[in-house]
């Protein structure tokens, strides 16, 4: 089974800093897709970034980018010039990739974000 | 973001009352799906629904009850609920198929008294 783990419970970072949050996961598949979903106060679950694991380029989406090592599978985010908005719970999502059929994301347990002005 | 819908955000209930939670999704998506969120607990996936036909249950108490009579839409129906079962239940869609990405609804905050 497919696992995804997340362990940093908590993160802070000054406005307008950087900030890396760690996500592993654990499969025996080849194919698959990777996310990361943001959960601010409201509890809306917002995607955030997506990475297809046959990609070898790193996916990107304004500030936030990912650091994917499949070898290592290691799927990292990197938030810059970090936004008080940015403040939420970051999860990390994994999904096999099957030509059909709705796929269950397995997700890890949550990363706090805290901005500091 | 407004494509999956939510009703009620709060509900609170007791033990022997008979509830449902809505999900309507208006982004033309064939599979719908129900998660439960509880404190410090990874979300897991409840049922998994695919052109209305459910293809997944996660070993979900029968005290939950899934219909999804349209690929739109989607209910949870609720009945002699346990104070455990006190989370927030997250209803998402997709496009059937292989790049298909999940998005959610804001969800429905139950407490069970």
């Known amino acids: 089974a497919q696992t995804v783990t997340q362990s940093q419970p908590e993160m802070s970072v000054q406005e307008a800093e950087t900030v890396t949050l760690s996500c592993t996961y654990d499969?025996?598949?080849?194919?698959?897709?990777l996310f990361w979903y943001k959960q601010p106060p409201s509890r809306q679950m917002i995607l955030v970034i997506r990475?297809?694991?046959?990609?070898?380029q790193n996916a990107t989406e304004n500030r936030f980018s990912v650091n994917f090592q499949k070898a290592a599978k290691s799927f990292s985010l990197k938030i810059s010039d970090s936004q008080l908005g940015d403040a939420a719970m970051y999860f990390c999502?994994?999904?096999?990739?099957?030509?059909?059929?709705?796929?269950?994301?397995?997700f890890g347990q949550g990363t706090r974000l805290t901005i500091n002005p | 973001e407004t494509g999956v819908t939510q009703t009620p955000r709060h509900l609170v209930m007791g033990m022997t009352n008979k509830k449902s939670l809505k999900c309507e999704q208006h982004l033309g998506h064939n599979a719908m799906y129900w998660y439960k969120q509880s404190a410090k607990k990874p979300l897991e996936l409840m049922f998994v629904y695919n052109f209305k036909e459910q293809t997944e249950n996660n070993s979900v108490p029968s005290r939950f009850s899934p219909e999804c009579p349209n690929s739109s839409h989607l209910f949870l129906h609720l009945h002699t609920l346990q104070p455990e079962d006190s989370a927030l239940y997250l209803c998402?869609?997709?496009?059937?198929?292989?790049?298909?990405?999940?998005?959610f609804g804001p969800g429905t905050r139950l407490l069970v008294l």
């Open positions: 999502a994994y999904r096999r990739r099957l030509i059909q059929g709705a796929q269950k994301l397995v």
């Open positions: 998402a869609s997709s496009v059937r198929g292989a790049s298909e990405t999940q998005y």
């Open positions: 499969t025996s598949e080849s194919d698959y897709y």
């Open positions: 990475q297809e694991a046959y990609k070898q």
